[in-house]
């Protein structure tokens, strides 16, 4: 991971597109079945749609049929962190870029091995750099 990246709100939305805004910023979700890297299968590195930190291979990810992108693993251990999200009357665990703090998404405890992990990602949050 680089260090880390800090901009004020009205940089983020200089830099960002609504939706990217919507979703990085303000912890929105895509609708499902509609964003570019749900049916996706090219190789390649997938970075942080805000900042460019690498967070997921091509190769860790799957195709859950819940309608986002879904990986068993980040790139490293300091790609990503986690936070408790209690909205919607649920207790999630929140995906976060460790570079510069966006929401990407959440894990769920029921992917596939060898993690049994299930990190759900919004497309918008996410850049494909292909091999």
């Not at 983020?12 to 919507?22: A, I, K, S």
């Not at 996706?40 to 900042?51: H, I, K, N, S, T």
């Not at 408790?84 to 510069?100: L, N, Q």
Request: net charge negative; aromatic share 10%; glycine share 10%.
């Amino acid at each position: 991971m680089s260090d880390k990246l800090e901009r004020t709100e009205d940089e983020w939305r200089r830099v960002l597109t609504p939706e990217q805004y919507h979703v990085l910023r303000e912890a929105g979700t895509e609708p499902p079945f509609i964003g570019i890297y749900v049916d996706v299968d090219e190789e390649g590195l997938y970075r942080c749609a805000a900042c460019g930190n690498p967070l997921f291979r091509s190769e860790a990810k799957y195709h859950s049929g819940l309608g986002w992108p879904s990986f068993f693993e980040p790139v490293g251990p300091d790609a990503v962190e986690t936070r408790p999200d209690h909205s919607h009357g649920k207790v999630r665990t929140e995906i976060r870029c460790a570079r510069c703090g966006s929401h990407l998404g959440h894990v769920f405890e029921d992917g596939p091995e060898p993690t049994g992990l299930r990190y759900c990602m919004n497309s918008v949050s996410l850049d494909l750099e292909e091999e």
